[in-house]
């Protein structure tokens, strides 16, 4: 039996879980982005919720520099709706799952890109819970 143990976690460091809500009005064109958080270094991602309010032909991707779509790709935007980690709803397949988990190796920012149309007046809630790794 081989005697495994480069990914043992019964040292972890990881400390507290902190929850921000970020609420944005947004009115912006298609492909315009949305800064929602500054992540510094060794954050990791833990859950993310999207409440979107407000109606317009769009589409919302959730991610960072390294990647648009790590948390949520091009999910329909069109009508009021949570978006929930694993859960599809009734107003499109996607979820949001891939980046959970993910720890930024450097600090970065979280990013909102809109696309598929225009929005005028509609509100997007960020809620996203995280913490500090400090097992690096």
């Not at 833990?46 to 990647?67: E, H, M, P, Q, R």
């Not at 329909?76 to 009734?90: E, I, K, Q, R």
């Not at 890109?113 to 960020?126: N, Q, R």
Request: proline letters at 1%; zero cysteines; glycine letters at 8%.
């Amino acid at each position: 039996m081989a005697n495994i143990t480069a990914n043992r976690r019964d040292n972890f460091k990881g400390g507290v879980t902190k929850t921000e809500v970020i609420t944005f009005d947004v009115t912006a064109s298609a492909s315009d982005t949305i800064e929602v958080l500054s992540l510094p270094r060794n954050t990791v991602i833990v859950d993310i919720k999207v409440l979107v309010k407000g109606t317009a032909s769009s589409t919302l991707s959730l991610g960072d520099a390294g990647s648009a779509t790590r948390y949520m790709s091009a999910v329909s935007t069109a009508s009021d709706g949570t978006f929930l980690p694993n859960v599809a709803t009734a107003q499109t397949a996607g979820v949001i799952s891939a980046g959970l988990g993910y720890r930024y190796t450097a600090a970065g920012k979280l990013i909102a890109t809109i696309a598929g149309a225009s929005v005028s007046g509609k509100t997007y809630t960020f809620v996203v819970e995280y913490m500090q790794d400090a097992n690096t």
